[in-house]
């Protein structure tokens, strides 16, 4: 099974920037699409970001215009290029498929304040 190991996350100013890295123990199963989660303190986890195989990709409105996802040609290493931060993007963010039955990584926090 595929493991999912994320980095980049770190204490932010509010108005900064940071790129998280999803690190995959191997490719992404064909037809498999990758998503990126958050988890704030007391919510529930919500998807903010996916990329499909075939590239479509969609975003929370919530983070439209600020994220963006990509990924490598080789379909195991997946970014969230996250700009103009608020402290309501303080969470926790996962990388993890938005189907299919995949463990979940330990995600990186992102605080985001002054």
């Known amino acids: 099974q595929v493991h999912f190991v994320e980095s980049g996350g770190g204490l932010v100013q509010p108005g900064g920037s940071l790129r998280l890295t999803c690190a995959a123990s191997?490719?992404?199963?064909?037809?498999?699409?990758m998503g990126w989660y958050r988890q704030a303190p007391g919510k529930q986890r919500e998807l903010v970001a996916s990329?499909?195989?075939?590239?479509?990709?969609e975003y929370v409105d919530s983070v439209k215009g600020r994220f963006t996802i990509s990924r490598n040609v080789n379909n195991n290493t997946f970014w969230l290029q996250m700009a103009s931060l608020t402290p309501a993007d303080t969470a926790v963010y996962s990388c993890?498929?938005?189907?299919?039955?995949?463990?979940w990584g330990p995600g990186t926090q992102v605080p985001v304040s002054s």
């Open positions: 990329i499909s195989r075939l590239g479509r990709i």
């Open positions: 191997g490719p992404i199963p064909a037809g498999y699409a």
């Open positions: 993890h498929p938005p189907a299919g039955l995949f463990s």
